[in-house]
């Protein structure tokens, strides 16, 4: 079942073109990558779905779950199951993990007239789903993000991701900056989430990531377009030629 | 004494008052005392009340304190709200070791401490004998006393001299609290607190203000601190005082050599609160913490001022002010740090950061460093925004409607320096008064 249609989204920032009609349709249990240079637009196109403010929209639409995803607010986005890893994730001072997830997983189960968590069945959830990305207990009376390592933002993020269990995760660059047991933990948490009734869109520069996640479809990302679209063999193409090639010749033939 | 006087400035009621005491007959204070007060009175007269021209109250202005008619009379008869309050709030206290003070006066009958290793003097100044420390205390005139610490020098009749002697760690806190109420007069209050700690003592202090007034309070108090050879300190003011409470408070400190001060400023107080903090570090490795939360709403104002003297080598300062202003409120903050040329290797840090909340309110924030000595490690940065977009933005991605998300910004950020106060009875009191404040919806 269709899940997400992107039709002809032009973006501005600005007053700088950086979404340059994009098309795309994603369904119930796919994985997609989308993969570019620098500058391409991934980033801007993850935050124009999770709903960030400051970009223009020029010209589109985007259909999520039948619904015009592009006039709700980021929070009801979030309530009807998106969920954007970020690829600077935000410290916040002040406000632990736990009682950030405790009140975010009770406001969208509050949307979705269920029952809110107690304290001890909340804790639990949350300890298990920590397992599950190899983060010890004691991160979640730590405040959010605060003087985390990279590793560790990223993987709060697969955490977050885990707590939350969305229908459309988008994944922005997760895998920079990571060192290879980190990758591994991060891929591990998304193998193990994904299931029929969700989809991934991940976001990357390098093919790396896709080793341990394996994509239905590859997407090639340039000057605010998709410029071709495969499957897992295309980011092993592109892997081997560059950017460069691409950015000069457009498209690899196989 | 009991007399109204009609518009006619605070400097001449202070004069009035002062007349009243030194030429009545029956006045009983000792030649010391009297000295002082004139010592004071004379400095008051010469200053008077402090202008906008005035640096150190360049964002202050109390000229209106001259329209108001004050009057001596003390109302220190306890009103069963006032009886209310102070029961309430010493119900919330797990321990229970308090001196309780209603517009001024002390409460014997309210008040409970179980001490042996301490000595607290509810002192009188018309008494014919006074512990040598209480009188070096008031002798303590200098250019950092204002017309309202002078004020109070020339007005206040009696006061707390806590002494904590050698080598004892006092563990159960002492919380000194100050209840304001006045149904209809328009009232002057002071307090005046002395504390003495020798050497390798310890001594964990909370001083909370309250009021709740139909007329004006203008409430003055003065603080002095010593903290001999080793000594440590853990001090709590926390202000939370109604829109009728006008408030004035210097606080000195004294450092001797390796004693250690943490202290914590809460203001919450809906009226006029202006709080100076002198801190001086006298003797080598002594080491001064201090913090601070104030939070403007409706008119209020706000105004710390503290003043930080490293006057020895191998000393530590650390000054972190946040300050949030809401509606058409006032605040103000202004942190001196001073280092002397004998002050080598100091270390001192100072931090002043505001969040705006309203177009109507106003921030003034000032860091001063003056520093003679070169080798010396300073850092000193102040800063006002708003609530932080991309914070706001990675909550509400998360399903937080962006009301909850600014609500839990806004109390993280409060939280940050209450968390960091001592005393969890207080910790407790402080973070649901602060919810109350901002009308914050509680988050479980």
């Not at chain 1, 390592?149 to 993987?155: D, H, I, R």
């Not at chain 2, 797990?94 to 209603?102: A, C, E, G, R």
């Not at chain 2, 050879?229 to 202000?239: F, H, K, V, W």
């Not at chain 2, 409706?298 to 191998?314: C, L, M, P, Y």
Request: glycine residues 6%; hydrophobic residues 40%.
């Amino acid at each position: 079942m269709s899940l997400l249609k992107i039709e002809n989204l032009k973006v501005k920032v600005e007053n700088n073109l950086i979404l340059n009609g994009i098309n795309l349709e994603v369904n119930e249990g796919e994985i997609h990558a989308i993969m570019g240079p620098n500058g391409s637009g991934k980033s801007t196109l993850a935050s124009v779905l999770a709903g960030k403010e400051g970009y223009e929209i020029v010209e589109g639409s985007v259909w999520y779950k039948g619904m015009n995803l592009l006039e709700l607010p980021a929070d009801i986005r979030a309530k009807e199951g998106i969920f954007l890893a970020f690829q600077y994730p935000v410290e916040i001072p002040g406000v632990t993990n736990a009682n950030f997830m405790k009140t975010a997983v009770n406001e969208i189960r509050k949307y979705r007239n269920l029952e809110t968590y107690d304290a001890m069945e909340f804790l639990n959830v949350m300890k298990e789903k920590a397992k599950l990305v190899e983060m010890d207990t004691s991160f979640l009376n730590r405040s959010v993000n605060e003087g985390f390592s990279g590793g560790e933002k990223k993987k709060n993020e697969i955490f977050q991701l885990a707590m939350l269990e969305p229908t459309l995760a988008i994944l922005d660059e997760t895998d920079s900056g990571l060192d290879i047991d980190a990758l591994r933990i991060v891929a591990n948490g998304v193998n193990s989430l994904r299931n029929e009734h969700n989809a991934f869109i991940i976001i990357t520069h390098y093919q790396r990531l896709l080793n341990y996640i394996i994509p239905d479809f590859v997407h090639v990302l340039n000057k605010g377009k998709i410029i071709q679209s495969g499957d897992k063999e295309l980011a092993l193409h592109l892997e081997e030629y560059g950017y460069d090639w691409i950015k000069q010749n457009g498209i690899i033939n196989n | 004494m009991t007399q109204n006087i009609q518009n006619i400035g605070l400097t001449e009621i202070v004069a009035r008052y002062y007349d009243d005491i030194l030429e009545s007959s029956n006045s009983a204070y000792m030649p010391s005392i009297i000295d002082i007060k004139k010592k004071s009175f004379n400095m008051l007269i010469k200053n008077g009340l402090p202008t906008l021209k005035n640096e150190e109250w360049k964002y202050t202005n109390v000229q209106f304190l001259n329209k108001i008619p004050f009057t001596f009379e003390r109302i220190s008869y306890i009103t069963q709200k006032a009886d209310n309050l102070i029961r309430s709030i010493i119900n919330k206290l797990s321990q229970k070791n308090y001196l309780v003070f209603f517009n001024g006066k002390f409460l014997e009958e309210y008040s409970k401490i179980e001490h042996e290793n301490i000595e607290i003097i509810n002192f009188k100044l018309d008494s014919n004998s006074l512990n040598p420390l209480i009188i070096s205390s008031f002798n303590k005139l200098d250019n950092t006393d204002s017309f309202f610490s002078l004020m109070n020098t020339i007005l206040v009749e009696s006061g707390i001299f806590i002494n904590v002697p050698k080598n004892n760690q006092i563990d159960k806190p002492i919380n000194l609290i100050n209840i304001l109420s006045s149904e209809e007069k328009n009232i002057i209050t002071s307090t005046r607190t002395i504390i003495n700690i020798s050497p390798n003592s310890m001594l964990d202090l909370i001083i909370y203000n309250y009021s709740d007034n139909k007329s004006s309070v203008l409430n003055t108090a003065v603080n002095d601190i010593s903290l001999n050879e080793g000594a440590q300190l853990n001090l709590l003011l926390y202000q939370n005082e109604d829109k009728n409470t006008i408030t004035f408070t210097k606080t000195n400190v004294n450092l001797e050599k390796e004693s250690n001060l943490i202290t914590d400023t809460i203001t919450f107080s809906r009226g006029f609160t202006r709080n100076d903090l002198n801190v001086n570090l006298t003797g080598e490795f002594s080491k001064a913490r201090f913090y601070g939360l104030y939070i403007g709403k409706d008119k209020s104002f706000i105004d710390n001022h503290t003043r930080v003297e490293h006057k020895v080598a191998k000393c530590q300062s650390d000054e972190f002010y946040k300050g949030i202003i809401d509606d058409s409120s006032h605040c103000v903050f202004n942190g001196k740090i001073i280092v002397s040329q004998e002050a080598q290797k100091t270390n001192a840090y100072q931090s002043n950061k505001n969040i705006l909340l309203s177009e109507n309110g106003i921030i003034n924030t000032k860091p001063q460093l003056e520093i003679y000595a070169d080798d010396v490690k300073c850092s000193h940065g102040a800063t006002v925004g708003n609530i932080e977009k991309d914070a706001i933005f990675y909550l509400k991605s998360r399903g937080i409607d962006e009301f909850t998300a600014k609500n839990l910004l806004l109390k993280a950020f409060a939280i940050d320096i209450i968390n960091k106060i001592h005393n969890q009875d207080w910790v407790g009191i402080i973070e649901s008064d602060l919810v109350k404040l901002l009308n914050l919806k509680e988050i479980n």
